[in-house]
C-alpha cells in the first residue's frame, strides 16, 4: 500500500515516513504544493490514499484533494492545526474522508488510516453485491427496496436516493452541503437546508426503531450525519 504524504514540517514529514514504512507502507513524501501536484498528476493511480497538510507554504491542501477527487475516487486524510467546524467542513465537502487535528498520536492517525482503507475496500465489495446491510436495514440496490427486519418499508424516491447515499459511504461524515448537492440533482429543483432537515426526520421515522435517539442515521454536531461506524 503506497501512501501520500503532504507536510511542509519536515521533521513531522520524517517521522511519519519512518513510521509508515515500519508499518509496512510505501511513502511518498513531499513538503510543498507544487511537487504534490505533480506526483498526483503522474502516479495517482499508483497511491492508494493521500495523507495532506491543509496549511502548504504555496498553497493548500485543499486544492490537492480537489485534484485528487477530480481525477479519481482515492481516499484522503486532511492533517489540520486548525480544530474549527468551518475548516473541517469545507474538507468534508470537498470529498475528504477523514481529519485529524495536530497535534495526533501516531496510533491514532495509523487507526484512521485503516478505518478509511476498511470503508473503501467495503464500498467495493458492495458494488458486486446486490444489496447493502445497515445494522437491521437492508438496502437492495438492484431492486431499489429496502428491508426493515425482514418487512419492505415504502420509500420515495427522494428516501431512497438519500439513504443510498448513506449506504454508499459507510462510516464517512457526510455535511449537509453534499446530500443536499446530491438531493438537487436528482430532484433537478431547487431543495434548501430545511427540506433536507424533513428528508432526514422521514428516513428516521421510517428506519429507527425510536427516532428520537437514533442509532442509524447520526448527526454529528457541527459537522453533519453518518451511518455506521
Known amino acids: 500500500m503506497r501512501i501520500l504524504v503532504v507536510e511542509d514540517d519536515k521533521t513531522i514529514a520524517s517521522g511519519l515516513e519512518y513510521t509508515l514504512q515500519n508499518e509496512g507502507y510505501e511513502t511518498v513524501i513531499c513538503t510543498d ?10 502516479q495517482l493511480r499508483e497511491l492508494d490514499l493521500c ?52 497535534p495526533f498520536r501516531i496510533r491514532e492517525l495509523l487507526s484512521r488510516i485503516k478505518s478509511v482503507m476498511r470503508r473503501y475496500q467495503k464500498q467495493a465489495q458492495s458494488q458486486t ?16 427496496k429496502v428491508y426493515k427486519n425482514g418487512e419492505e418499508v415504502f420509500m420515495t424516491a427522494l428516501e431512497y436516493r438519500l ?37 432526514i426526520k422521514r428516513l428516521r421515522e421510517k428506519l429507527e426503531d425510536d427516532p428520537r ?14 451511518v455506521g461506524d
Open 33 to 42: 504544493a507544487a511537487t504534490a501536484a505533480e506526483e498526483i498528476t503522474r
Open 51 to 102: 495523507l495532506l497538510d491543509l496549511s502548504l507554504p504555496d498553497g493548500s491542501g485543499y486544492d490537492l484533494c480537489e485534484l485528487v477527487k477530480k481525477r479519481s475516487d482515492k481516499p484522503v486524510i486532511f492533517l489540520t492545526a486548525f480544530d474549527d467546524e468551518v475548516n473541517v467542513v469545507m474538507g468534508l465537502d470537498m470529498g475528504a474522508d477523514d481529519y485529524i487535528t495536530k
Open 129 to 144: 453485491m446486490d444489496h447493502v446491510d445497515i445494522g437491521h436495514i437492508r438496502v437492495h440496490t438492484t431492486e431499489g
Open 163 to 199: 439513504l443510498l447515499m448513506f449506504a454508499n459511504h459507510i462510516g464517512q461524515v457526510l455535511t449537509r452541503a453534499q446530500l443536499l448537492e446530491w438531493i438537487w440533482d436528482v430532484a433537478g429543483d431547487f431543495v434548501n437546508d430545511n427540506t433536507l432537515t424533513v428528508y
Open 213 to 226: 435517539h437514533p442509532e442509524i442515521i447520526k448527526t454529528v454536531r457541527g459537522l453533519g450525519y453518518k
